[in-house]
């Protein structure tokens, strides 16, 4: 897939367009970009997605931007594994997000893109205050000759798919619902760094992870997987504080199942598959060590048992 950011070095013309910021590129979008893909093969023409970085709230509104559920890097990564030729990232500048949504029409849509029509969603707003949507879009769309693909939204047991709702399982910590509107589970992207060791003297070492940038479940232990520049591991995962030895500070870790080495200062990418517990004090070491024992067999049984729903 080719990738261009901004307008600078030119763009590719004449192709399908899909506009959106796409954060997790769940079932929603991947339905969309699949129809965008379908749709510009039949038309033998390239098939692009326009996306922001950062999120356009972040400008409009500093500080209250949603969190992210995806890097860009990861965003774009999905993106391609959806077999879309070209996405353009597009950063929200105050002369693009003051446009009307008929002037976005003419100047990026028809004169910069010389788009050959558009695939977007039921939900789809464009132009200053979001004053455009997809009834506008149809008709200008038809009026210049383009073609203009509306995708109905995804439900998932009378969810609607969405970025929104997405964040949403995920802060309650209920992350296989996320994995199911997702698609895939939720990911989490980390720095291993130095900690207390404390996990090693307990006979259970733990990767403590940092330099985060996207949303984390809530507070509690978790079944997952990691993924590390030495393979794939069944990971037991630690979201929160450690009252039993006193210590307030959330951290985020992760007890890698069936892996001896060294990982500091190495990206580590964590999979979230289930949430097994709350965090909670224990009496003494004995106790949770036999917690611990638990977490490990639960983490390894939903680890061998979870798959991507198709």
């Not at 910021?21 to 339905?31: I, Y």
């Not at 970009?33 to 093969?41: D, F, K, N, Q, V």
Request: one cysteine or more.
């Amino acid at each position: 897939m080719n990738v261009w950011h901004g307008w600078d070095r030119g763009v590719v013309r004449g192709g399908l367009v899909s506009i959106g910021n796409f954060d997790g590129v769940h079932r929603g979008h991947q339905r969309m970009l699949s129809t965008l893909r379908e749709r510009g093969a039949d038309l033998d023409v390239p098939t692009l997605a326009i996306t922001f970085d950062p999120h356009p709230t972040e400008l409009l509104r500093p500080g209250q931007a949603p969190p992210q559920l995806t890097t860009l890097g990861t965003r774009l990564e999905r993106i391609a594994r959806m077999g879309v030729s070209d996405t353009l990232v597009l950063r929200p500048e105050p002369t693009l997000l003051q446009m009307s949504p008929r002037e976005f029409f003419d100047e990026v849509l028809c004169r910069v893109l010389d788009a050959r029509g558009v695939v977007e969603g039921e939900n789809f707003r464009f132009g200053r205050g979001r004053a455009g949507g997809v009834a506008e879009l149809a008709e200008w769309c038809h009026a210049a000759g383009l073609e203009c693909h509306v995708v109905p939204p995804v439900l998932s047991d009378g969810w609607q798919v969405s970025s929104s709702a997405i964040r949403q399982s995920i802060a309650a910590g209920e992350v296989t619902r996320a994995a199911e509107l997702l698609g895939q589970p939720h990911e989490a992207d980390g720095i291993v760094e130095h900690g207390a060791a404390r996990g090693r003297l307990l006979g259970f070492p733990t990767l403590n992870l940092g330099q985060v940038k996207t949303l984390l479940p809530a507070e509690g232990v978790y079944a997952g997987r990691a993924r590390t520049t030495a393979g794939t591991y069944p990971a037991a995962i630690n979201l929160g504080p450690n009252p039993t030895f006193g210590e307030a500070a959330r951290k985020f870790e992760a007890h890698l199942l069936d892996f001896q080495g060294d990982l500091y200062d190495q990206p580590v990418t964590i999979e979230f598959l289930t949430r097994l517990r709350a965090t909670r004090p224990f009496a003494g070491k004995d106790e949770l060590i036999a917690q611990l024992r638990q977490d490990i067999t639960d983490t390894r049984s939903a680890s061998a048992g979870w798959r991507a729903n198709p």
